[in-house]
């Protein structure tokens, strides 16, 4: 999508770009274009130092700190940045982990660019719940087993309601928990007071794409001690495939 | 992910490979390299008619032509068809629209695949869900608004039970709906039912990505009227994030 800018004389633009979940040829084609055009780029978690080098040497490259669970910049100054970047005439590119649209905050940075008048465009990338699917071999969704596919995280912010992944998780879905290593105990338990019988299979797709990325499984209701026994932290993928039980 | 093949002398290979939306610069650079160096690839509905082309000039393309709500051939056919070609030795490209994992069918292809002791691998790819947000620049999840993101569809086949849209219509989810233009008005009465308000937008985002794509909104209670209206038919993304109503 691109909006006209307004009234810039010499306006940037800028493109959130979906990097994917980590390996370099996981990028698109277009992705890898708009970096290679970057005069500056804004990321966060390095997903793989070759992706950066894809840029010009001449583009700046910003790096505004946003790791799971430790918010280095607020986002109102990384939007600030990224406009006051954008209405020096620069062509911006704000990389973005797996896909823009999903958990990735694009529409606070989307809103401050467009408010200002600069031309936005958003690159989808491959999000992470398909690429720990690729790695596991585990199908996302699958005729007769399951015809419905939830994205979720069960992390919560003061304030918000905590995201109940309960209320999603009936027979023929296939739940995907991202950034939620830290919430395995909620998810557990979540799923055990539904009835979910404690020896359903859940997949643990860890730095995946990455090098060093690993699968481990376990019956929910090991979830909690099999990422402790297996040193998970940060960067993995849950999901569950719910079966039937209970009324459905 | 990679099997070794267990006893086969010249043994091929089979990727599923997302394609992505349509696009040909939304390949992945991992899918563009599979295809370069694939000896057949099996297509159906043709996305982007450069993405064909960047296999080699001698390798083999057969179309096994699936296109929506019409299956000319039989998944068992394609998977046969598959596995024939990969134990003749030859690297086999299976071309999925969007990402293997979500509606691809990989399942059963990988299955039959493993079956015969053919070495596979899932290339992820840019699913419909995230290029449609990127063409209409509406997010799929936003803070404080959005924290779940369902991927269904509203089609059944004889025997299966309708899958209850409904009952993943809670405030605080984007509800994404794949290949369901022909059941508008199952989603709109369901939804509807739940005492979602007639006026609550809906998104329709026609050939994504595609040469003519375009975006259509509407309210909840005019989708079916909407659709006929605009002569949207086949390849289309539906998506609503379901505002707070009733008791949540």
Known sequence: MKDSPANQTAPGSLALVGAGPGARDLLTLR????????????????????????????????????HVGAHAWPQDR??????????KGRRVVRLKSGDPSIFGRAAEELTAARAAGIETEI??????????????????????????????TARCRAGDPLPDCARHAKPGTTIVFYMSVGQAPRVR???????????TPVTIAVDVSKPGARTV????????????QHEIS??????????KYGSG
């Open 31 to 66: 992705a890898m274009q708009r970096l290679q055009q970057a005069d500056t780029v804004f990321y966060d978690r390095l997903v793989d130092e070759e992706v950066l080098e894809l840029a010009p040497a001449s583009a700046k490259r910003v790096f505004v700190g946003k």
């Open 78 to 87: 990384i939007n600030a940045v990224i406009v006051a970047e954008a209405l």
């Open 123 to 152: 690159v989808p990338g491959v999000t992470a719940a398909c690429a720990a699917a690729a790695q596991t071999g585990l199908p996302l969704t699958e005729r007769g087993v399951s015809d419905t596919l939830v994205l979720t």
């Open 189 to 199: 338990d979540g799923l055990l007071r539904l009835g979910m019988p404690p020896a």
């Open 217 to 228: 499984s376990c019956g929910i209701s090991m979830l909690s001690e099999t990422i402790i």
């Open 234 to 243: 940060g960067c993995a993928i849950i999901f569950i495939t719910c079966p």
